[in-house]
């Protein structure tokens, strides 16, 4: 019975996290488009707030998840994780897929377009949290293999988690159709609050002896 509240408060703070943007896209003026190009976009809005929740639902926001087994913590977490790291790698394709149902240039005409724009700083900063995120991913799978203790990684996880939070949210802010000073405003209050909990989880773990045999696997 605590096992299945403790799901249903995670699933819980995750829905909850999802719904101002929700509340903000509804209140926002901008104007709507296709269905297919309206449902990428609210994936891609749901895949990058959820990304931040990987943080704020993590083991460091302890207003959240206090009295949750950390076995189920870490459940969540790479679910989540890898589902919203899955669907925002292949976002630069769902961006040029609906120019197959349209006229003019095709979807790999579009995504050339879009990865030689190196003059816009948007762009820039979504190349990098894509080389980001799949950096951290393919190292949280291949940690044994690459020869890392557990605080090493976890270090590094930390580190690179910061920067894709710093450039994720810019990319977003600079390119996000539906980012208007509201929407901003949220993204910058979210992604501040996320990196101060992984910084004090990661401080917490540095001082904690605890974390050299924690996590054998990956």
């Known amino acids: 019975m605590k096992s299945d509240t403790n799901k ?9 996290l999802l719904l101002p943007p929700l509340v903000l896209l509804a209140l926002g003026d901008t104007p709507r ?3 297919l190009k309206e449902t990428l976009s609210m994936l891609t809005l749901a895949a990058f ?10 083991r460091g926001a302890r207003f959240v998840n206090a009295g949750i087994r950390l076995g189920r913590l870490l459940s ?19 961006i040029v897929l609906p120019r197959a149902f349209e006229g003019g240039i095709s979807p790999l005409e579009a995504l ?12 820039v900063l979504g190349m990098i949290s894509w080389v980001l995120m799949l950096v951290i991913g393919a190292t949280a799978l291949l940690r044994a293999r690459l020869g890392l203790d557990y605080r090493t990684w976890k270090l590094v996880h930390a580190l690179l988690s910061i920067l ?3 450039t994720a949210s810019w990319h977003a802010i600079a390119l996000g159709r539906h980012t208007d000073a509201a929407m901003s405003l949220l993204v910058v209050a979210l992604a501040s609050t996320a990196v101060l ?3 004090r989880q990661t401080l917490s773990d540095t001082h904690n002896p605890l974390t050299r045999t924690q996590g054998a696997r990956p």
Do not use: E, N
């Open 76 to 94: 969540l977490h790479k679910i989540i994780g890898y589902s919203v790291a899955g669907l925002l790698l292949v976002h630069p394709l769902l």
């Open 49 to 58: 707030f959820l990304l931040l929740g990987q943080f704020l639902l993590g």
């Open 164 to 166: 894709l939070m710093v």
């Open 8 to 16: 249903c408060r995670l699933i819980a703070a995750a829905l909850m």
């Open 112 to 123: 050339t377009k879009i990865l030689t724009t190196l003059d816009s700083l948007g762009v």
């Open 197 to 199: 909990v992984v910084i």
């Open 33 to 35: 488009r296709s269905l």
